[in-house]
């Protein structure tokens, strides 16, 4: 009866490396949201996935970030060349249908960029 | 501009005491949520509230939906240690079954055995 999975549950990166972040959804749960928590700060949206398909990225920076949620294997959420503004701690979500009402979230992976 | 504000930002008091907690809003929302966090962890659901006006409790945890669907209220009677964390409301503003949670910064509370 797993819940999210997230993991590594901490990274740390120097500035200029990438960081690949892993979400693996509860059981039968096909859609897969990632959210993003600064310091201080409340949780952003930033990408919504199904199965091999991003169905809205509009939360997540054109730029050095990616995301992609294969027919097999866990959510991936992608830092190309990282800076310190990447520092946070990142949330993935996971729900058996669109929904926002039955979201369950992973304890999350803790970035940090030095 | 914050679309949930939530108040107030820190909250300490002592074991035993009520306390309550508060997310407004200038939108309408088609529902709200609220979560705790814990340190290191991610958001918990605690609730989810559809209707205006509608109370749900849950334990100690009383929460409320305003009439007009823009603000609710957690109140939490007798509060113990174990309730210490991070409160947090969200919700979507355009009432069209976004799947992009608006979330407020949180209440973080203590409570002081």
């Known amino acids: 009866n797993a819940g999210v999975m997230q993991n590594p549950r901490h990274l740390v990166r120097r500035r200029g490396q990438e960081a690949r972040l892993r979400c693996s959804p509860m059981?039968?749960?096909?859609?897969v949201y990632w959210y993003r928590q600064l310091p201080e700060e409340g949780l952003k949206f930033m990408v919504y996935?199904?199965?091999?398909?991003?169905?809205?990225e509009s939360g997540m920076p054109k730029e050095r970030f990616s995301a992609e949620f294969p027919k097999e294997g866990p959510s991936i959420l992608r830092i190309q060349q990282v800076v310190r503004g990447d520092s946070a701690a990142y949330f993935c979500?996971?729900?058996?249908?669109?929904?926002?009402?039955?979201?369950?979230f992973g304890q999350g992976t803790r970035l940090t960029v030095v | 501009t914050q679309l949930l504000e939530q108040s107030p930002q820190f909250l300490s008091i002592q074991e035993g005491e009520n306390l309550t907690v508060y997310c407004n809003s200038s939108?309408?929302?088609?529902?709200l949520q609220w979560y705790r966090q814990e340190p290191g962890e991610g958001p918990v659901l605690l609730v989810t509230?559809?209707?205006?006006?509608e109370v749900k409790k849950l334990k100690r945890l009383t929460f409320q939906f305003g009439d007009a669907r823009k603000d609710s209220s957690l109140h939490i009677t007798a509060a113990q240690p174990g309730d210490t964390g991070l409160y947090l409301c969200?919700?979507?503003?355009?009432?069209?079954?976004?799947?992009?949670?608006?979330f407020g910064k949180g209440t973080k509370l203590s409570v002081i055995p």
């Open positions: 996935l199904q199965k091999e398909n991003i169905i809205d």
């Open positions: 059981k039968g749960h096909s859609h």
């Open positions: 939108s309408v929302f088609s529902s």
């Open positions: 979500a996971s729900s058996p249908q669109h929904s926002n009402t039955e979201a369950f």
């Open positions: 969200a919700g979507d503003p355009s009432g069209a079954g976004s799947y992009q949670l608006t």
């Open positions: 509230v559809v209707t205006g006006g």
